[in-house]
């Protein structure tokens, strides 16, 4: 193995080592410490989004996003959230017209909002261990598309999106996703939910690996590789939320919809 991909996988797992016990703790500490965090990461999403999209007034801009991520994780109205979102969205529409990409500056607001917020309002809904399960998922599609990926290699997924994306690099992480549910749900969830988790498990991996071809397209567009250089060894935050942010609104729907028993 070459030194300098060596030097790049110690950093990525020192990395995560640091800041998985941080997020999980305080996703286990609960309120406030977790919509401190989240304020947080939202505000550097707006950061990176403002300044990863080529603009005149990247300071603006990620004031906006801000502004509608703090109101997605601090508001108890969908009416306030939905009302700041898209007077978000009209005010950067309306400041960016004559941006060069005035549409990928105008879903930065949908994108961070809808996308970072469905896992506050999940975690609102349905309590630290569904949360972490969720987490767990995306994961572990990213853990096993790597680990997979590298190793298998093979038919490439969309090589004119993202050159590195495999084929054995989906399957294995949607099987590791898949192993992941089933020992989590056996371990803190009645047995009789074990397929249904499996099989969402699953259906998560396939939906995270579009929301991270989606970001790979926008990348591509602007010719930038990293979303930033934030996080060492994983680049942008965007570069680690990507199918987060894809399936999140997902989940936090079905669980919605199983916990209000209709």
């Not at 707006?46 to 502004?67: D, L, Q």
């Not at 969205?89 to 990928?104: Q, Y």
């Not at 259906?203 to 397209?217: C, N, R, T």
Request: a positive charge.
């Amino acid at each position: 193995m070459e030194q300098s991909k060596l030097n790049k996988i110690i950093k990525r797992v020192v990395t995560a080592l640091v800041l998985i016990p941080i997020v999980i703790g305080t996703m286990y500490a609960g309120y406030p410490y977790l919509h401190m965090m989240a304020i947080v990461i939202g505000a550097l999403m707006a950061w990176e989004w403002s300044n990863m999209v080529p603009n005149k007034n990247a300071v603006v801009y990620s004031i906006t996003y801000t502004m509608s991520i703090v109101s997605a994780i601090l508001f108890p109205s969908l009416i306030a959230i939905l009302a700041l979102m898209f007077l978000s969205a009209v005010f950067i529409w309306v400041k960016a017209k004559n941006e060069a990409h005035r549409g990928l500056l105008t879903l930065g607001v949908f994108y961070i909002t809808i996308g970072f917020g469905s896992v506050m309002w999940l975690y609102d809904t349905v309590g630290f261990l569904d949360t972490m399960w969720f987490l767990l998922m995306v994961w572990s599609v990213d853990t096993g598309g790597y680990i997979f990926g590298s190793t298998i290699k093979g038919p490439k997924l969309a090589p004119k999106i993202s050159p590195n994306k495999t084929w054995a690099g989906l399957i294995g992480g949607a099987l590791l996703s898949m192993g992941v549910s089933v020992a989590y749900s056996y371990a803190f969830t009645v047995a009789d939910n074990v397929v249904f988790y499996a099989v969402l498990g699953g259906i998560i991996a396939i939906i995270a690996q579009i929301g991270d071809l989606v970001e790979s397209y926008i990348k591509r567009s602007l010719n930038i590789k990293d979303s930033s250089n934030l996080i060492p060894g994983h680049g942008g935050i965007f570069d680690r939320v990507d199918g987060l942010i894809f399936s999140a609104p997902l989940v936090f729907i079905l669980f919605s919809y199983i916990a209000s028993g209709i």
